[in-house]
């Protein structure tokens, strides 16, 4: 069984090394390793062809820089393994991960696409393990729509629940499955690319099954492209209309595909596009903050989180005024932050007068756990907001997709 790892890699040098090392020791040996320079203007090409050297598992690809989609589409191509495993250049794995995916993944089951349960984030000065509960298991044709699409939205109340993530680092899929699905990929989509690709994978595929293995290091790093310039936010705005044109045609042709997977899928777009950039759902006519009803204009306010949501949260408060902004508050200071704002601690939130806080933060396991610690030290749950599922469901979606589905 010969596994092909593919990373695109661009301007990564000082995370590229570490990236091949833990790829060329694994414990598998019979990999196939392509990197894919997507026009560095560092030193990461140089890397790469170093490597290669040294090794002669390892194929580079230099290209001009189109985009980590078209990076992944020339590593395909030349991809001769049985199934494709993605590694982004500034991340790196732990020795054993493709050992177990092969043996507790593909031999026992033969699946289409195998997803790797667990990964790990590492900060400047320490690292996060996040673990997954799901039941490691097979899931049929059926079960696919039915049962393992609501692992990564539902509806209602669900939306706010993930026990799964659409990133390419977790899953590893049958060759030919990855290239007739990565090609129908737009180069165009900058954010939410791993989304759209698996999205076209699990509909095509007959058989997914899923493993525990905590083995991928997501290095969180201030330029990365998870964090939105307000530069660049018009380019990200285009991206995710282009996302959900393409997926909409996508599901459309896709004759089968019952309604409640397009609401699944209308509400995992929606949950994106709020984790990404406001701009596009808030409704200028409303009198409070969009999706936080009680948040009435005028409201003094302390964010809570610095993550995805949290960063896109601030960057409408910063640019719209409706609202007094009195702190940003993470347990993660490293964070990217704004020249406006730092993310201060906490413990701060004592310190300050304010209406409301506001949990940025999408999933409901981790949005609970803040709230009882806010209760517990005193906060009163009148100033607690947090995202209301009904608000996303009944008013944020546009006309367009509510007539679709």
Not at 81 to 97: A, T
């Amino acid at each position: 069984m010969k596994i092909s790892i593919v990373v695109p890699i661009y301007n990564v040098q000082g995370y590229l090394e570490r990236c091949i090392k833990s790829i060329v020791e694994q414990s598998y040996s019979n990999i196939e390793i392509i990197l894919v320079d997507d026009g560095s203007t560092d030193r990461s090409a140089k890397i790469c062809d170093f490597y290669a050297r040294l090794d002669k598992r390892i194929r580079v690809i230099h290209k001009e820089n189109g985009g980590v989609t078209s990076a992944r589409k020339k590593g395909a191509e030349i991809a001769s393994g049985d199934y494709i495993l993605s590694v982004d250049g500034d991340d790196w794995i732990e020795k054993d991960r493709v050992e177990e995916l092969v043996v507790k993944g593909i031999i026992p089951s033969g699946a289409d696409m195998i997803y790797l349960a667990g990964y790990i984030k590492d900060f400047e000065n320490y690292s996060q393990a996040l673990y997954c509960d799901i039941v490691e298991r097979m899931y049929i044709r059926d079960e696919i729509e039915k049962e393992l699409l609501y692992l990564y939205c539902g509806v209602g109340e669900n939306i706010f629940t993930s026990s799964i993530i659409f990133s390419m680092s977790t899953w590893a899929v049958k060759r030919d499955l990855f290239k007739s699905k990565q090609q129908y990929v737009d180069d165009r989509i900058i954010m939410g690319e791993d989304e759209i690709f698996i999205w076209y994978c699990l509909l095509s595929a007959e058989r997914v099954s899923m493993i525990i293995q905590n083995g991928y290091h997501y290095v969180q790093r201030a330029s990365s492209s998870m964090h939105i310039s307000k530069e660049h936010g018009s380019d990200y705005i285009e991206s995710t209309q282009y996302m959900y044109t393409q997926l909409k045609q996508y599901i459309e042709d896709y004759s089968l595909c019952p309604r409640e997977t397009k609401r699944v899928f209308v509400n995992a777009i929606m949950r994106g596009v709020i984790n990404l950039h406001y701009e596009l759902v808030l409704k200028k006519q409303i009198n409070y903050l969009y999706p936080f009803p009680k948040v009435k204009k005028g409201s003094r306010i302390v964010v809570y989180g610095a993550g995805r949501m949290g960063y896109s949260l601030m960057k409408y408060l910063i640019q719209s005024k409706d609202y007094q902004v009195v702190l940003w508050v993470d347990q993660n200071m490293e964070l990217p932050s704004f020249p406006e704002y730092g993310i201060s601690p906490v413990a701060d939130i004592l310190q300050n007068d304010f209406d409301y806080i506001v949990i940025a933060v999408m999933y409901a396991k981790i949005s609970n756990e803040i709230k009882e610690t806010l209760v517990n030290v005193g906060i009163s749950e009148e100033k607690i907001a947090r995202i209301s599922a009904s608000v996303i469901e009944e008013s944020a979606l546009p006309d367009e997709i509510l007539n679709w589905v």
